[in-house]
């Protein structure tokens, strides 16, 4: 069996890629770099990184491009697929085949004039997403994928800076309609070969308003994420997030971006300044945060008076921590938001902050409207 080696990028479907991309280089630090050569008028492609991380954003260009109009009316802007590194396609396309899985674009050899590239896009076990997989043996010696050219950076991003302490993609989070998530765990077993890392059920969590259960699935050297996530109903009058986030975004799909920094103090202090709304987190946490520490013996690094300023999470156990904080959802709907993460030798995902988030996230639906039917 073989797995997924790396995050490639994240391909995004939306109704204006210009405009899209312009508010992560704006307000994420990421530079326009690339965009496809016009091969079809009818669609562009533009993409955009910061460091190791590559978004693509890609959009219709006239009402007649079924194979986009027709998602986008369904799901607002989304994330369309997210594409993995894999060290031999051939195996793993195999290994689909064998379980099942759907293979929607068959394995070919993209090329260009600085080398070639080999791709494949396979369906997820569920709705929109898909998952292209990318094998890059010959080390391909272009700025992203055969058929990308260079692009110059927007003079606005340029203006701003970059934002160089966002690392990596940490994980992506996927939500599902409730009994769907070990289906879809199963699925990603048999096809891709992760295997379960962790997981929580609706009793540990469980604010009254929501609950919901997570499990984590992993490549073997866990540089490959994936957490799934169901709704569990309650018995309170309450719709909890993930049940709003499949209401809103019309189905399942990813929920969260996290990207992984090693210095999240200054990287959520310059976003914030850059305009990111965050999740706001009540005062109250951090007294019984610096008493838990305290109680814990857990020593962290990082100022508590910053870490209380820019409303971060803390999770810990005997051997380490992680700081965490969420943004409000990008756009219009409440589907996507990403997570900034940092961790000190700290693999969990911060179960210890599930309360206080999902009680922040309720504060926001009730905002929202959503919270009850
Ligand atoms: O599991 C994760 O990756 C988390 O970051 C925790 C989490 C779970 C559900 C949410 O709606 C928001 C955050
Ligand atoms: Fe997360």
């Not at 910061?50 to 369904?74: H, M, Q, R, W, Y």
């Not at 990596?168 to 599902?176: A, M, P, Q, R, S």
């Amino acid at each position: 069996m073989t797995s997924l080696a790396s995050f490639h990028h994240i391909q995004f479907v939306v109704s204006n890629a210009l405009q899209a991309s312009f508010w992560y280089c704006v307000h994420f630090g990421f530079e326009r770099f690339a965009e496809k050569r016009a091969s079809d008028y009818r669609q562009k492609e533009v993409a955009i990184r910061n460091g190791k991380i590559i978004f693509v954003f890609k959009c219709p260009l006239t009402p007649s491009v079924p194979e986009l109009t027709d998602e986008l009316a369904v799901h607002g802007d989304f994330v369309k697929d997210v594409a993995y590194g894999v060290d031999d396609i051939e195996t793993v396309l195999a290994q689909v085949t064998a379980a099942g899985g759907t293979i929607l674009k068959p394995l070919e050899t993209l090329s260009d004039e600085h080398g070639s590239i080999r791709v494949a896009t396979i369906a997820s076990f569920q709705g929109d997403l898909v998952h292209t997989l990318i094998e890059d043996k010959e080390s391909y010696a272009g700025i992203f994928l055969p058929g990308f050219t260079a692009v110059d950076d927007y003079p606005m991003s340029q203006r701003l800076g970059a934002l160089t302490n966002i690392d990596y993609i940490d994980h992506v989070v996927e939500n599902y309609a409730e009994h769907e998530a070990q289906p879809v765990a199963d699925w990603y077993n048999q096809n891709l070969n992760l295997t379960r890392f962790w997981s929580i059920d609706d009793k540990q969590v469980n604010t009254g308003l929501s609950a919901l259960k997570a499990q984590i699935v992993s490549n073997p050297s866990n540089s490959v994420q994936i957490t799934l996530i169901e709704p569990v109903p309650t018995a309170t009058k309450g719709r909890g997030q993930i049940q709003e986030y499949l209401d809103f975004h019309g189905g399942p799909g990813i929920q969260h971006v996290a990207l992984n920094t090693h210095d999240i103090i200054a990287v959520v202090g310059e976003l914030r300044h850059r305009g990111v709304e965050f999740l706001a987190i009540p005062d109250a946490y951090y007294d019984q945060l610096e008493v838990r520490l305290k109680k814990a013996g857990v020593n962290v690094e990082e100022n508590l008076a910053d870490v209380r300023k820019l409303q971060l999470l803390v999770d810990f156990d005997e051997s380490g921590y992680l700081l965490q904080t969420f943004t409000k959802p990008v756009q219009d709907r409440p589907s996507l938001f990403f997570e900034i993460i940092q961790r000190h030798n700290f693999n969990g995902f911060g179960a210890g902050n599930f309360k206080a988030l999902f009680e922040a996230v309720e504060e926001e639906q009730r905002r929202r409207g959503t919270l009850h039917e």
